[in-house]
């Protein structure tokens, strides 16, 4: 599994991050796990996973994480997790 994270400021893409699992585990946890391996390599606190982004996620495997959804303050618009490859 691939998992592409993109942080955006100002309709700009500032940073980007591809997470690679080849582990034999569940989708769910290699999911939590690289958002857990990108926070830690960014220095970011663990992003709330709100209603509305198990939604979206579950549609498109694709979600937006924006200020609502960390507790601490962040220096961009929003943390864009998208799985690429499954597998």
């Not at 579950?58 to 799985?83: C, G, P, Q, W």
Request: glycine residues 2%; negative net charge; proline residues 1%.
């Amino acid at each position: 599994m691939r998992i592409w994270f993109k942080e955006w400021k100002d309709n700009r893409m500032v940073r980007d991050l591809v997470i690679c699992d080849e582990k034999d585990d569940t989708r769910t946890h290699k999911i939590f796990q690289a958002l857990d391996q990108a926070c830690y390599e960014w220095d970011l606190s663990r992003p709330i996973w709100l209603d509305a982004n198990i939604a979206e996620f579950k549609r498109h495997a694709k979600t937006r994480f924006s200020k609502d959804n960390f507790v601490d303050s962040i220096d961009f618009d929003y943390l864009e997790m998208h799985v690429i490859e499954e597998g």
